[in-house]
């Protein structure tokens, strides 16, 4: 796997495993999953479990998977029903993008005390709500609400993976290039040693038609291949865990 690309003040900052890290899952529906999915939640976790000494927990206000029959986020349908429910916490929603999720993650940092938001949000915003300018403001000011609960709370974000639409839609895929520009610039303005924020880059190879079920949303490659971008940021930059080694599993199996 590539480097991956690290936008901090704090990149020598190293975490000790004596250290236990609370971890909340901040994202749109490729974090949440639908009824039947694995997630990349799921398999962050499993990354989590394989680091040997590690001490964390995962938290947040949800749980549960998107159902699409309801419309609604009330599924307990995971692919695998060994994922603990302790783990399955996160902080994520179907439609819910930068424009939703900033006016709600004080509260929920401040009711989950995580040490590290992993978030992956834009998509949504960038594609059915708001411009790229707006888009990095929403960003902005989520950075900011959830600094108010807890100053010393640690970031990693993914830039948006354009998804199918971008083929075919140029001024779609203009924007979500820009906002990326855009994003990468908030995280070098407002990274602290206080509050250390993480750029992970974009997950090695991956493609929209072969890691995604529907040129969108994560299928088994996809999971493993955005699980590993968090993981191998936070173990360069932090000396968190180890590298991501896990591989996707047969087809037919999760």
């Known amino acids: 796997?590539?480097?991956?690309?690290i936008v901090t003040s704090q990149a020598g900052a190293v975490i000790g495993h004596d250290d236990a890290m609370r971890f909340l899952f901040v994202g749109d529906s490729m974090t949440i999953?639908?009824?039947g999915d694995v997630t990349w939640r799921y398999r962050?976790?499993?990354?989590l479990e394989s680091c040997p000494g590690l001490r964390y927990e995962i938290v947040g206000p949800r749980s549960t998977l998107y159902d699409a029959e309801a419309d609604a986020?009330?599924?307990e349908s995971y692919a695998d029903p060994a994922f603990p429910p302790p783990a399955r916490r996160h902080l994520s929603g179907w439609g819910e993008g930068w424009l939703h999720l900033a006016p709600v993650i004080a509260d929920a940092v401040r009711a989950a005390?995580?040490?590290?938001?992993?978030v992956s949000l834009g998509l949504i915003d960038l594609g059915f709500y708001t411009d790229a300018e707006q888009t990095a403001a929403n960003a902005?000011?989520?950075?900011?609400?959830?600094?108010?609960?807890?100053?010393?709370?640690r970031m990693v974000l993914l830039p948006v993976i354009p998804n199918i639409r971008a083929a075919t839609d140029a001024s779609f895929a203009a924007s979500c290039d820009h906002f990326n520009e855009l994003l990468a610039k908030?995280?070098?303005?407002?990274?602290?040693?206080?509050?250390?924020?993480?750029l992970a880059s974009r997950p090695t190879g991956y493609d929209v038609r072969a890691d995604t079920y529907d040129g969108t949303h994560p299928g088994p490659t996809g999971e493993h291949k955005l699980a590993a971008a968090y993981a191998d940021a936070?173990?360069?930059?932090?000396?968190?865990?180890?590298?991501?080694?896990?591989?996707p599993a047969p087809a037919g199996s999760v």
Do not use: K
């Not at 796997?1 to 690309?5: D, E, K, L, R």
């Not at 962050?44 to 990354?47: I, N, S, T, V």
């Not at 902005?140 to 709370?153: C, D, E, K, Q």
């Not at 936070?234 to 591989?247: F, S």
């Open 1 to 5: 796997m590539a480097p991956v690309s």
């Open 33 to 35: 999953g639908r009824a």
């Open 44 to 47: 962050m976790w499993q990354h």
């Open 73 to 75: 986020p009330l599924s």
């Open 113 to 118: 005390r995580p040490d590290v938001l992993l």
């Open 140 to 153: 902005r000011a989520f950075i900011a609400a959830a600094r108010t609960a807890n100053p010393r709370v």
């Open 186 to 198: 908030a995280v070098a303005d407002l990274d602290t040693a206080a509050s250390p924020l993480l």
């Open 234 to 247: 936070m173990h360069q930059a932090w000396g968190l865990g180890g590298p991501y080694t896990a591989r």
